[in-house]
Every structure is written in C-alpha cells, then in structure tokens.
Nanobody, 128 residues
Framework: QVQLVESGGGLVQAGGSLRLSCAAS????????MGWFRQAPGKEREFVGA????????YYADSVKGRFTISGNGAKNTVYLQMNSLKPEDTAVYSC?????????????????????WGRGTQVTVSS
C-alpha cells in the first residue's frame, strides 16, 4: 500500500502562484509514475500532469502547459506541483495519485484508471 498526503493549497489572487506538495509513504518502491488531478465543483476529475520517477519525464494537460511544473525530490517520496499565472478556472480540489505496475511512457498516465493510489486532496481557490 502507498499513502499520499497533499499540502500547500489555499486562496490566491489571479496571476499568483502556489506550490503543492504530495508526500508518499509505504511501499513507494512499487510506484512508477506520480500524477496530479483536479476536480472543480460539478465537474469531472481532470488530469493536470504526471512525472516518471525513473527518468523524471513529465507530461501535462494542455490547459496547464507552460504555467504548471511537476517535480520530485531525489528520495522519490515527494512530488511538487508549482502553479504559476493562476486563473480563476484553476479553482479545484487538487489530488495526487500514484501508479504502480508495468511501466509505460509518462504520457500514457493521463486517466484516473491508470493510478492505483490517491490522496484526499487539497483545495486551491483562485480569486479574480
């Protein structure tokens, strides 16, 4: 089992920045890719981006490309989501997820079903 805990959410003005963290514990040796998703009220969960632990390759949704950056620490137990130039439409609960099993290219981890473990999420609110 892998446990995930997000932190760093909050209220920010449009154009501002936030950095979210996701701390992983447990059987993290089995994790191949870490992802970030978000869900706004009344909307479906949306893929934000993912990072491969093995080679740090990243993949982003078009809606955040160029504004958000995913990175991981060297110990492979924490992943970060740096969010810049935030917009009101970025308001959502942001959750991190971990994928284990047979590794695939990072761009193939864009669906919720690709992930085995989930954190509870952290609220990000962007005011206009």
């Amino acid at each position: 089992q892998v446990q995930l805990v997000e932190s760093g959410g909050g209220l920010v003005q449009a154009g501002g920045s936030l950095r979210l963290s996701c701390a992983a514990s447990g059987r993290t040796v089995s994790v191949y890719v870490m992802g970030w998703f978000r869900q706004a009220p009344g909307k479906e969960r949306e893929f934000v981006g993912a990072i491969s632990w093995s080679d740090s390759t990243t993949y982003y949704a078009d809606s955040v490309k160029g504004r958000f950056t995913i990175s991981g620490n060297g110990a492979k137990n924490t992943v970060y989501l740096q969010m810049n130039s935030l917009k009101p439409e970025d308001t959502a609960v942001y959750s991190c997820a971990a994928a284990s099993g047979y590794p695939r290219p990072t761009y193939r981890y864009s669906r919720s079903a690709d992930y085995n473990y989930w954190g509870r999420g952290t609220q990000v609110t962007v005011s206009s």
